[in-house]
């Protein structure tokens, strides 16, 4: 069982910068592959950034490339997503998600645990 929780979302002006937290809870943190979605209201949850059970592989969807970097630190139990060059399309509920599997998931089946999510809000 993990238990996660989001942290680090807020309102930001266009090209602003934020940084989410997910911090774990529970057993074996590094057994988990993990995971950033974010879902607008009227829109399905989609993933955002993914990292392996180590960090030494991610996932970025295409909108987010080169503005987003995921990283965690396995010693603390925390994963973190920063955003640079925020957009208005960028707000939305962001959600951690872990899933106890090998490889970077990238489909919201594939995760085990969710966090309560936070809210993102970019201003143009």
């Known amino acids: 069982q993990v238990q996660l929780v989001e942290s680090g979302g807020g309102l930001v002006q266009a090209g602003g910068s934020l940084r989410l937290s997910c911090a774990a809870s529970g057993r074996s943190f590094s057994n988990y592959a993990m995971g950033w979605f974010r879902q607008a209201p009227g829109k399905e949850r989609d993933i955002v950034a993914a990292?392996?059970?180590?960090?030494?592989?991610?996932y970025y969807a295409d909108s987010v490339k080169g503005r987003f970097t995921i990283s965690r630190d396995n010693a603390k139990n925390t994963m973190a997503l920063q955003m640079n060059s925020l957009k208005p399309e960028d707000t939305a509920v962001y959600y951690c998600?872990?899933?106890?599997?090998?490889?970077?998931?990238?489909?919201?089946?594939?995760?085990?645990?969710w966090g309560q999510g936070t809210q993102v809000t970019v201003s143009s």
């Open positions: 998600a872990a899933d106890y599997n090998t490889g970077v998931p990238t489909r919201t089946w594939q995760y085990d645990y």
């Open positions: 990292i392996s059970r180590s960090g030494g592989s991610t």
